[in-house]
């Protein structure tokens, strides 16, 4: 594909934290996974732009899914997204050039970023749809742990299918794996990865009118969608809320199952999934003890943990028994 900057520099302006797990991929991967997410990333910010009428931004992501399905020459008019931040208008003024370079993938590797765009942008599509009358005021929630299952697959567990088939195909096709166990414990990883967002951002979302978590589990502890934007009521929602986090957590150690199943001569790819499922783990557990409901306190991993993470994976990973301890200690 050449050298452009579009998986460099604006890759790095749009996502710093990917950016890092990117750097990190052989480069035999290393394209198609940037630009799957360079345009994941925009579809992303066409559904999240608030500002821009519901029909106008379905229209538009309707659009750009075609450009990208190969079904659309020309990508869809950004002019009325003008309100998101500076590296996302760049992206979005640049959507042409990354399905250009789309278009010039090899054949199994283009229709595999087509695959797992098609499925985001279908989750993106649900969500819209499923909130369209969210907004301060009412809040609007899932009904059931499938609906909640189902939406995290979209926008997360098709991706560690994706992540699967291109790794197998591009850097170990002849490595003896199992490949439908990878592929089952990949959809658990991104699913976790997604559910450890939805707690996180839950009082965030909950202030768009949003609840991912479905409202029957809430009403079976006296709660409804709304009442979480009282913070006072957290005592009554900590055991809703550890439910979820278990079943987040049980996904991460699907993700370690996935990450030590991978051949051992791909540190490269080991240390790009255990960056995330650390930083995952380590979230987790702070939720665990930290404040819920207070949109003024918002869970993170600090930039210095993140490296401390990057360096001791780095320096474990020769090391079996040092390499096990990682788990036990980010999953503490």
């Keep these: 594909m050449g050298s452009n900057d579009l998986l460099t520099r604006l890759l790095r302006d749009v996502s710093r934290s ?9 480069p035999a991967i290393r394209p198609q996974v940037g630009l ?19 029909n106008d931004r379905l ?30 208008q760049r992206l979005l003024a640049r959507v042409g050039e990354a399905a250009a370079l789309l278009d010039q993938l090899a054949e199994d590797d283009r229709e595999l970023v087509r695959t797992v765009l098609a499925t985001i942008t279908s989750g993106q599509v649900l969500d819209l749809r499923r909130f369209a009358g969210a907004g301060p005021g009412p809040v609007a929630a899932l009904q059931t742990d499938a609906e909640l299952e189902d939406y995290a697959y979209r926008v997360a567990g098709c991706v560690g299918e994706f992540w699967t088939r291109i790794c197998q195909r591009r850097l170990f096709p002849h490595a003896a794996v199992d490949e439908p166990q990878l592929l089952h414990w990949g959809r658990r990883f991104g699913i976790g990865l997604q559910l450890v967002n939805i707690l996180r951002d839950l009082p965030r979302d909950l202030r768009l009118g949003r609840c991912y978590l479905p409202g029957p589990a809430l009403a079976a502890a006296g709660l409804e969608p709304a009442s979480l934007l009282d913070p006072a009521v957290q005592p009554r929602f900590r055991p809703v809320h550890d439910r979820y986090r278990a079943w987040a957590a049980a996904c991460l150690d699907a993700g370690w199952a996935y990450t030590n199943a991978l051949p051992r001569n791909q540190a490269r790819v080991r240390l790009a999934c255990v960056w995330p499922l650390l930083i995952g783990a380590k979230t987790l557990e702070r939720l665990g003890r930290e404040e819920l409901l207070d949109p003024a306190h918002r869970v993170k991993v600090s930039r210095p943990e993140v490296w401390r993470i990057v360096v001791v994976s780095v320096a474990a990973h020769p090391w079996p028994r040092a390499w096990s301890r990682l788990w036990r200690r980010g999953a503490a």
Excluded: H, M, N
């Excluded at 925009?42 to 608030?50: E, G, M, N, R, Y």
């Design 18 to 26: 990917f950016y890092l797990t990117l750097r990190v991929l052989p």
């Design 36 to 54: 799957a997410y360079l345009l994941a990333r925009a579809t992303d910010t066409i559904a999240d732009t608030a500002l821009v009428p519901l």
């Design 59 to 88: 229209e538009t992501l309707e659009r750009l899914r075609d450009r990208v399905l190969g079904q659309s020459a020309a990508a869809p008019d950004f002019s009325r997204f003008a309100a998101g931040s500076g590296a996302e």
